[in-house]
């Protein structure tokens, strides 16, 4: 089977976080697997472009890649040459396999799909869910979404990775065949032993800084945590809004607490390994690969509601979930102080339970089941 994967962004443009890694890591096991994967992106890297051989394809990890320029920049996305290139190749695939929506790579190209009369999977990676419509531009993609959006994707097969996003697609697009399968998670290989209490709560924020995470909701909680913390918030984002978080922290008297180390890579699983617990109040999460890196080192996990991996983390005992709001967090934290045990016990058990249910192997032949599926 052909499979072509088509993103605005591959890595190593790791600057857009976990969706550059959870379609690497697909790539990359449906290749381990047996099948042919190529993949098409442009060179986005954020405001800068990928140092890399254009429009020739290449090797990255294993994988086909072809990277093709793009002239505007996020979150658009625009690349004649890569929609001119998928309209001559597109019929040499069995099926093209579309990471999220939003930006001309996903839009133009589901159409050229489409019109080559190749089925398409669209997996929206959150950028459909209804904090997605309403909360920048919402006019515009409401727009969008009428006269040219919805009717793409009536014609297509439609992936979720989590129960809440497969409802909210369901909901959406009622007519269509909707496949839920988790992502991809680059679980590390070592085994960390040694955890020890200590008198105070080692909380960590672990994700790119912007708006939807809900990093302000969390600096507003610590405002009425009663019992010993610190912070380590481990990430970057746009410098304007860092540096609103960063007054928010020092006029709410907390910033003592709180330490800013930025972006981090080679020591994540280590860093999420000696904290008591990794917090996620986002407003908005498909699904939040962060959550399911934290429990493979055994740290439970505070994530609100509005985290795809809620369910998950709610029925198999992994953590504690929240609202998004200052005060549901506030309590969550305060109510820690009789959770030592807990923590303790989650801390042993996480890592075995993530190993059984994010199993490379099975998690590819549920997705090479997808694609024979829409194939056929």
């Not at 790539?27 to 099948?35: K, M, T, W």
């Not at 793409?152 to 990775?161: A, S, V």
């Not at 996003?165 to 959406?172: G, Q, R, S, T, Y």
Request: charged letters at 20%; aromatic letters at 10%.
């Amino acid at each position: 089977m052909k499979i072509l994967q088509l993103s605005a962004s591959y890595k190593p443009a790791y600057i857009y976080g976990g969706p550059t890694m959870s379609i690497s890591m697909l790539s990359e096991q449906l290749v381990i697997a047996g099948e042919h994967v190529t993949v098409y992106a442009t060179t986005a890297n954020g405001l800068s472009e990928l140092p890399v051989e254009i429009a020739k394809p290449v090797l990255v990890d294993g994988v086909t890649v072809m990277y093709f320029k793009r002239i505007t920049k996020d979150h658009t996305h625009f690349s004649p040459s890569l929609l001119t290139h998928l309209w001559r190749t597109a019929r040499d695939y069995d099926v093209i396999h579309i990471h999220a929506w939003w930006n001309l790579v996903s839009v133009l190209g589901c159409l050229v799909a489409l019109m080559r009369k190749v089925p398409v999977i669209v997996s929206p990676r959150g950028t459909l869910s209804n904090y997605s419509f309403h909360n920048k531009n919402n006019n515009i993609k409401s727009m969008i979404h009428s006269w040219l959006g919805k009717p793409l994707l009536k014609k297509c097969f439609i992936h979720t990775t989590s129960n809440n996003e497969h409802d909210v697609l369901k909901a959406m697009l009622p007519g269509n065949i909707v496949f839920n399968i988790p992502n991809f998670i680059n679980l590390t290989k070592n085994r960390f032993s040694g955890y020890q209490p200590t008198d105070h709560l080692r909380i960590i924020f672990f994700s790119r800084i912007e708006e939807k995470k809900g990093l302000d909701i969390l600096l507003d909680a610590l405002k009425s945590v009663h019992i010993p913390y610190k912070l380590t918030i481990a990430g970057d984002g746009n410098s304007e809004y860092v540096n609103q978080l960063k007054k928010k922290a020092l006029d709410n008297g907390i910033a003592n607490n709180v330490n800013w180390i930025g972006f981090q890579s080679d020591n994540k699983y280590q860093l999420l390994y000696e904290h008591d617990m990794m917090v996620l109040p986002s407003y908005d999460e498909n699904f939040g690969n962060v959550v399911i890196e934290s429990l493979s080192v055994g740290t439970p996990v505070l994530i609100s509601r509005a985290v795809g991996l809620a369910d998950y983390v709610r029925q198999n005992h992994l953590g504690w979930i929240c609202e998004t709001n200052s005060a549901s967090v506030s309590a969550a934290i305060n109510n820690l102080a009789n959770k030592k045990a807990e923590i303790i016990r989650i801390k042993e058990y996480a890592p075995g339970k993530i190993s059984a249910d994010f199993n490379y192997a099975s998690l590819a032949k549920k997705y090479i089941d997808m694609y024979t599926q829409v194939v056929k």
